[in-house]
């Protein structure tokens, strides 16, 4: 769903509202579907009991798959996606997002 998503066109998305390009709500978008992205990769893989190096690493793991996964969303509206750019700024509110949703993890399930 991710994946589709951030493949739309630009067109059928709303004009960014805010003069800074991290405030946008693509930059928001982004940001908020890896939050949830991450959060439920982190729970998935802390309550499988399967692998017990993917329960033990499973922040890292799923850091590491996100951020990878953004780049590519990137690479793929760059190249193969009319109308559409690859931007850093997506990249970097991925990130944000994915960070938010380790925090979010840890104020649920740690702290």
């Not at 190096?53 to 953004?70: C, D, E, P, Q």
């Not at 990249?91 to 380790?102: E, K, Q, S």
């Amino acid at each position: 769903m991710i994946l589709l998503l951030t493949l739309l066109p630009s067109a059928s998305m709303p004009a960014n509202i805010s003069l800074w390009s991290l405030l946008s709500f693509d930059s928001f978008a982004h940001a908020f579907l890896f939050t949830i992205l991450i959060f439920l990769m982190i729970v998935g893989l802390k309550k499988q009991f399967s692998y017990l190096k993917l329960r033990h690493y499973a922040i890292r793991i799923s850091l590491s798959t996100s951020v990878i996964f953004g780049i590519a969303i990137e690479l793929m509206q760059h190249y193969f996606i009319a109308g559409r750019q690859g931007d850093i700024i997506d990249v970097l509110a991925d990130t944000i997002g994915c960070l938010a949703g380790i925090v979010l993890f840890k104020w649920i399930y740690v702290w």
